[in-house]
């Protein structure tokens, strides 16, 4: 099931609106194939995992991560191919929430006599599955926030673009191709000029959709982010009408998508993330500056908080403090899920959900 698990990793973020999964096949105690949920959802692992093997299947053990699917969509449901391809035994860790397919493939096996078992890993496999549990019984997308910070938690360097080092910021990247949605501020995209992509070779073509805040649209033309629109997808929520610029945005492949503001003023973070929902996006990846930040953890939309930590202190140097924004959120911190040195930097992740 570890080896199952390590197989769903591999697309994680990249599965569109179904969950990454993973399948190992196993037959005389050797691992005879192996597969995982393709990119957009489609082939399922178990079809993968069942289509690779050059080996007698039949007889054979299957280990995949989630329950198999019951129901007939765009393919047949895998568990009408285990059973035709006479698996012995079914192991899966958790039941899947969708109730297309909840607690219903044990009793299909059970009716054609193939042997199943629920529940290996389940907390392990639970864990990675947090984003997939929520958005299917919350109808929100899971948040990852990033925040960048130098040893005495300044988040912008007054003399230079970087904070942290070339470790840390190539485990960014990482991150980003993990997530479908990447969610930052026009302000933001003006201080850096980001492109918001996954800049390591063989994984370009990974990178997120980029969504910006953008309420009185602001980005300038002439960003890389606006620029690059044409090669990865790229939303612009705004408010404020702006005929000529819209026209601009939208001749340079900017998708535009105008929103109401709430009663004080400020855009509706809530209502674009049940948007964002619907565009199809379950995983966001939320990397922006400390104002819009500490909005999402003061309306507790964020779930895990990535925070890298640099070796040096910027001291007069430095601006925007983050460390009364951790103590003020600090009591909804469940617990810290990760620590790793990045040579010289650290890494830590706290879960809030």
């Known amino acids: ?55 007698d299947i039949k007889d054979s053990y299957l280990y995949v991560t989630l329950e198999p699917c019951s129901s007939y969509g765009k393919t047949p449901p895998c568990v009408k191919s285990i059973i035709k391809n006479k698996i012995k035994k079914v192991f899966f860790s958790l039941k899947d929430p969708d109730p297309r397919s909840n607690n219903k493939s044990i009793k299909q096996f059970k009716k054609n006599r193939v042997k199943a078992h629920c529940g290996i890993l389940s907390s392990e496999v639970k864990n990675f599955y947090r984003s997939y ?34 470790f840390s910021r190539g485990r960014v990247h990482l991150m980003r191709k993990n997530h479908d949605c990447i969610l930052s501020s026009s302000k933001t995209i003006a201080d850096d000029n980001s492109s918001l992509t996954c800049r390591i070779m063989g994984l370009e073509k990974r990178s997120p959709t980029r969504v910006i805040l953008d309420k009185r649209l602001e980005t300038s033309i002439r960003s890389t982010i606006v620029k690059t629109a ?93 460390k009364k924004a951790m103590k003020l959120f600090s009591k909804n911190i469940k617990f810290v899920n990760e620590k790793v040195n990045l040579h010289g930097d650290k890494l830590i992740t706290y879960r809030f959900a």
Not at 133 to 155: E, H, Q, W
Not at 306 to 322: A, P, Q, V
């Open 133 to 166: 549990y929520k958005s299917k019984v919350c109808g929100l997308p899971f948040v990852t926030a990033k925040m960048a910070v130098s040893k005495d938690f300044y988040t912008k360097n007054k003399k230079g673009k970087w904070i942290t080092n070339e």
């Open 230 to 322: 044409y090669k990865y997808r790229t939303i612009i929520f705004f408010n404020r009408n702006n005929k000529k610029k819209i026209k601009t945005l939208k001749n340079l492949k900017v998708k535009l998508v105008k929103t109401s503001l709430k009663e004080d003023g400020s855009l509706d973070i809530k209502k674009i993330l049940f948007k964002i929902k619907k565009f199809g996006f379950s995983r966001i990846f939320l990397e922006s500056g400390i104002k819009l930040t500490t909005h999402f953890l003061t309306e507790g939309l964020i779930d895990d908080l990535h925070l890298f930590i640099s070796s040096k202190k910027l001291g007069h140097n430095g601006s925007n403090n983050f």
């Open 1 to 55: 099931m570890n080896l199952a698990l390590m197989q769903a990793k591999k697309n994680l973020g990249n599965t569109s609106k179904n969950p990454t999964v993973g399948c190992v096949i196993v037959k005389n105690n050797f691992v005879i194939s192996t597969g995982c949920t393709g990119i957009k959802g489609r082939p399922h692992a178990e079809h993968n995992a069942l289509s690779y093997s050059s080996n």
